[in-house]
C-alpha cells in the first residue's frame, strides 16, 4: 500500500470515528455536546470528502470534493466556537454573535463553490501526476489568505473564552477545559505544517488532527459520568440514548437494557435475569465479548421492514472499588450509514467516476495478481489498448460534455461486449485497457476486434447531432516468463497501437516481443485489419 492509499485509508477511519462520536454527542445531555456533535458532523464530511478528492482521477471530480470539503470546514469552524461559548457556562449565543461567528466562514463557502467564476480562492488548479496517483494541486487566491486569517482569529477567539472560564472553574471542571485547551492545539500545529509544506505530496493533515481534538473534546464531554450512568442503567440519560446499551453481571445474566438495545435484541424488561444467547439465539459473538468484558462484535438485524442494519457492539468490564470486574456493559451502535459510506469510497477508490470501469489504479491492482497467477501456471495473457481516434476533435467541434458522452457510451459498449474473466478500465483520457488471462493471441484478436467493432458499428447519440467513433488498439499476448510484468505487456501492446495510429487508426496491431522499424503509414478506414509489428 503505498502512502496515498494509507492516507485515504487513514480518513475513512476518521470518517467513522467521527460519525460515532457524533452520533453519541447529539443524544448526551451535557453542556457543550450538541454542538461536539456537529463538530464531529463537520469532521466526518471533511474526512469523506478529502478521501473522494484523492481518489479522483480527474480535475472536474477533485474540484467537486473540494467544493464538499469547505462545507465541512465551515461547519467546523462556526461550531468551534459555539461549542467554546457553551462549554465555557458564562457567555450565550445570541442571533446577532451568531451571524457574525458565520459571516466570513460562510463568504468563504461561497467563494469556494463560485471559485470557476471568479477563481479568487483558489488562481489555478490542476492534477499532477505523482506516479502513485494524480493528485490536486492549487495556486492560492487571495480570499484563501481570508479563510487562513479567518481559521487563526477563531483559534484565538478560542483560547480567549475557554482560559478564563478554566481559571474561574472548580478543579473538576478545569480538568475538562483544559483538554478542550490541548485539543484546539492540535489543528494550529497541522495548520502550521500544511502552510509550510511539510507532508509528503502537499496532503492537507487537518483532518486527522482534528480526529485527535474530536477525541479530546469527546473526553471532556463524557468525562467521569457515563460509566455512573450505564451503572445505573435506569437513568433519564440512558433511557434517551439513541444508542443500544446492555448490562449483565459476572454470570453472564441480562442486568438491565436500555430502550434502543431492546429495540435491536428484541428484549423487555422480563428479560432481566436471563441469558442472552436463551433470549436472542445467534447472537454467539455477542454473548462472548459481555461474557470476557471486553471486545467488539459485529452483527446484522432484518427489520420488521425487511430492511438490513448493521450494528457495533462494543464492550467495557464493570469494576467495584477494588478494581474487581462485577460486569459487563456493551454499548451497541447502528454503523449502517457509516458503513455505506465506507462501501462508496472503496468504490470510488477502484472506479473512475465518469464511466463506472475500474480505474487505472485498480486495473494494475488486481491486473498484477491475475497475471502472476498465469505466470506460475505456465498459461498465456492477453493485454490490449484501445484509444478512440480523432477524440480531440469531439472535444473542440462539440463541446466536453459531447466528449464525455462518447466515453460513457464507450464503456457501456466495451463492458457488454467483454468476456466474463477479463478485466477493463479507463487507462487515461480516451483511452482504455483490456486484460484477457489464459488467452492466446488468436482469441485474444477476435475478443478485441469484437470490442473494436461494438464500438464503431453505431453513431454515438448526441442531442447536437449523432457522433461517429471509432477506435484502434494494440494487442500483446505470450505465456509470462521470468522476467515479465503486466507493466511490460501493456508497453508491447502500447507501442502497437502507435503503430496502428500511424498505419491510418481504425485498426488492430499486435505486439512482438522486441522492437522493429515501422512502416510507412497507410490510409484511412482500413475495416479494422491488423499487421503485426
Given at each position: ?36 456533535g ?80 471568479h ?7 490542476w ?84 480526529s ?129 459510506h ?13 464511466t ?13 495478481q ?32 459531447a ?35 489464459d ?31 471509432t ?21 508491447k ?41
Open positions: 500500500m503505498n502512502f496515498i492509499d494509507a492516507y485515504t485509508a487513514a480518513l475513512v477511519l476518521v470518517a467513522i470515528l467521527s460519525l460515532l462520536l457524533s452520533s453519541r454527542a447529539l443524544a448526551w445531555p451535557a453542556n457543550g455536546a450538541r454542538e461536539f456537529f463538530i464531529q458532523l463537520g469532521i466526518a464530511v471533511y474526512a469523506v470528502a478529502y478521501a473522494a478528492e484523492l481518489a479522483a482521477t480527474s480535475l472536474t471530480g477533485a474540484l467537486r470534493a473540494i467544493r464538499l470539503e469547505y462545507v465541512g470546514i465551515v461547519a467546523m469552524m462556526i461550531f468551534w466556537i459555539v461549542f467554546a461559548l457553551r462549554f465555557s457556562g458564562r457567555f450565550r449565543l445570541r442571533p446577532t454573535l451568531a451571524c457574525l461567528v458565520a459571516f466570513l466562514p460562510l463568504c468563504t463557502l461561497a467563494m469556494v463553490w463560485t471559485d470557476s467564476s477563481h479568487l480562492f483558489y488562481a489555478r488548479s492534477m499532477q501526476d505523482i506516479g502513485v496517483a494524480s493528485i490536486l494541486m492549487t495556486e492560492k487566491g487571495p480570499w484563501y489568505w481570508v479563510h487562513v486569517a479567518n481559521f487563526w482569529t477563531f483559534l484565538a477567539l478560542n483560547f480567549a473564552i475557554l482560559l478564563p472560564a478554566a481559571h474561574r472553574a472548580s478543579p473538576q471542571r478545569r480538568a475538562q477545559i483544559t483538554l478542550v485547551l490541548g485539543g484546539s492545539f492540535v489543528p494550529a500545529a497541522a495548520e502550521i505544517v500544511h502552510l509550510l509544506g511539510l507532508m509528503p505530496y502537499g496532503l492537507d493533515p487537518i483532518p486527522l488532527a482534528f485527535i481534538t474530536g477525541l479530546l473534546f469527546g473526553a471532556a464531554v463524557f468525562r467521569g459520568r457515563f460509566l455512573a450512568v450505564a451503572l445505573a442503567a435506569r437513568g433519564p440519560v440512558l433511557q434517551a440514548m439513541s444508542a443500544g446499551v446492555i448490562v449483565v453481571d459476572r454470570y453472564g445474566n441480562l442486568a438491565d437494557v436500555n430502550p434502543a438495545a431492546a429495540v435491536i435484541l428484541g428484549l423487555s424488561q422480563d428479560s432481566i435475569g436471563c441469558r442472552l444467547l436463551d433470549l436472542a439465539p445467534g447472537r454467539e459473538e455477542l454473548d462472548a465479548i459481555l461474557t470476557t468484558g471486553d471486545g467488539k462484535s459485529d452483527f446484522l438485524v432484518v427489520t420488521e421492514a425487511r430492511v438490513v442494519r448493521r450494528y457495533t457492539a462494543s464492550a467495557f468490564p464493570i469494576k467495584d472499588g477494588i478494581d474487581r470486574r462485577v460486569g459487563t456493559a456493551a454499548i451497541i451502535e447502528d454503523v449502517t450509514e457509516a458503513a455505506a465506507l462501501d462508496r469510497l472503496v468504490e470510488l477508490a477502484m472506479t473512475d467516476e465518469l463506472g470501469l475500474l480505474n487505472r489504479r485498480s486495473f494494475l491492482g488486481q491486473g498484477n491475475a497475471f502472476e497467477l498465469s505466470r506460475r501456471a505456465g498459461r498465456p495473457v492477453a493485454v490490449a489498448v484501445y484509444d478512440l481516434d480523432h477524440f480531440k476533435r469531439v472535444n473542440d467541434s462539440r463541446g466536453h460534455p466528449g464525455d458522452a462518447v466515453l460513457r457510451e464507450v464503456a457501456i459498449r466495451l463492458s457488454d461486449c467483454m468476456r466474463a474473466g477479463d478485466s477493463l478500465c479507463r487507462f487515461g483520457g480516451e483511452e482504455f485497457a483490456l486484460l484477457m488471462p488467452t492466446d493471441e488468436a482469441g485474444a484478436v477476435v475478443a478485441v476486434e469484437r470490442l473494436r467493432a461494438a464500438v464503431g458499428t453505431e453513431l454515438v447519440p448526441w442531442t447536437g447531432g449523432p457522433i461517429a467513433v477506435s484502434s488498439a494494440g494487442l500483446f499476448a505470450s505465456v509470462p516468463g521470468p522476467g515479465d510484468s503486466l507493466e511490460g505487456f501493456l508497453e501492446a502500447d507501442e502497437a497501437l502507435y503503430m496502428a495510429k500511424r498505419r491510418g487508426r481504425n485498426r488492430l496491431e499486435l505486439g512482438r516481443p522486441g522492437r522493429q522499424e515501422p512502416e510507412q503509414p497507410q490510409g484511412p478506414g482500413n475495416g479494422g485489419h491488423y499487421r503485426p509489428i
